[in-house]
């Protein structure tokens, strides 16, 4: 029987996180033990006082940066698995000079049985963590107040590919960017006439036709990229 699959998230802020995972399909799965999402609130492993995890850059600067020692002790911890236990593991730094993450990325990380991530903030991260991790993934180019929102966005797309998550299979296989250059095509339901300032938004008759050869063939029609 194959274990759930773990995400491994380390964070100064990981209500931000608990409160999203645990509604909808995300609660439903960690009932069922198909995955297991944990956060790891990075000041634990900080000894002084005030629990400090970041200081100020060398060579002058604004902002602070995460500490190396206090990253390195965090992973330490996260990656310990027992020895019996043939864990395939993927350390994940969340920065906005990595990779784009792309769907093919997602379907990639979903062979890993535990994902751990890296999620930065204020100014970013000691450069010399960079070799703790196997990779860096940014989610676009932009930039956010920390790595939490992409660690999320990427653990969502990942956990699509894991059996059961989702209500149909069938339903992953269809998304968007699930294949080169493929977006998925409009959807409709009821009602069929939509009135809307005035003008009346109707659903394509061939949806509406029961022809089913037609309307695949609409379909991968709409699929296309413009």
């Given at each position: 029987?194959?274990?759930?699959?773990?995400?491994?998230?380390?964070?100064?802020?990981?209500?931000?996180?608990?409160?999203?995972?645990?509604?909808?399909?995300?609660?439903?799965?960690?009932?069922?033990?198909?995955?297991?999402?944990?956060?790891?609130?990075?000041?634990?492993?900080?000894?002084?006082?005030?629990?400090?995890?970041?200081?100020?850059?060398?060579?002058?600067?604004?902002?602070?940066?995460?500490?190396?020692?206090?990253?390195?002790?965090?992973?330490?911890?996260?990656?310990?698995?027992?020895?019996?236990?043939n864990t395939k593991t993927r350390i994940?730094?969340?920065?906005?000079?990595?990779?784009?993450?792309?769907?093919?990325?997602?379907?990639?990380?979903?062979?890993?049985?535990?994902?751990?991530?890296?999620?930065?903030?204020?100014?970013?991260?000691?450069?010399?963590?960079?070799?703790?991790?196997?990779?860096?993934?940014?989610?676009?180019?932009?930039?956010?107040?920390?790595?939490?929102?992409?660690?999320?966005?990427i653990t969502e797309a990942v956990c699509?590919?894991?059996?059961?998550?989702?209500?149909?299979?069938?339903?992953?296989?269809?998304?968007?960017?699930?294949?080169?250059?493929?977006?998925?095509?409009?959807?409709?339901?009821?009602?069929?006439?939509?009135?809307?300032?005035?003008?009346?938004?109707?659903?394509?008759?061939?949806?509406?036709?029961?022809?089913?050869?037609?309307?695949?063939?609409?379909?991968?029609?709409?699929?296309?990229?413009?």
């Open positions: 029987m194959k274990s759930m699959k773990q995400f491994d998230i380390i964070t100064i802020f990981p209500e931000i996180l608990d409160s999203y995972f645990n509604e909808s399909l995300f609660k439903r799965a960690q009932e069922n033990k198909l995955i297991k999402i944990k956060t790891h609130f990075l000041r634990k492993w900080a000894k002084d006082r005030h629990q400090t995890v970041d200081d100020k850059p060398y060579g002058g600067g604004v902002g602070l940066v995460y500490k190396s020692d206090i990253m390195m002790k965090a992973l330490e911890q996260v990656t310990k698995t027992r020895k019996h236990e994940i730094l969340t920065a906005a000079n990595g990779k784009r993450f792309t769907q093919k990325d997602a379907k990639r990380l979903s062979q890993y049985d535990k994902l751990i991530f890296v999620c930065p903030r204020y100014e970013g991260i000691d450069a010399r963590v960079e070799k703790m991790v196997d990779e860096k993934v940014s989610i676009g180019d932009f930039v956010l107040a920390g790595g939490e929102l992409a660690a999320a966005v699509r590919y894991v059996p059961g998550f989702v209500g149909k299979q069938e339903s992953v296989d269809g998304d968007s960017f699930s294949q080169e250059g493929y977006l998925e095509f409009p959807q409709y339901t009821r009602p069929e006439i939509l009135e809307y300032k005035g003008k009346k938004l109707r659903v394509p008759k061939v949806l509406l036709s029961g022809n089913h050869g037609e309307i695949e063939k609409w379909r991968k029609s709409k699929s296309k990229h413009n």
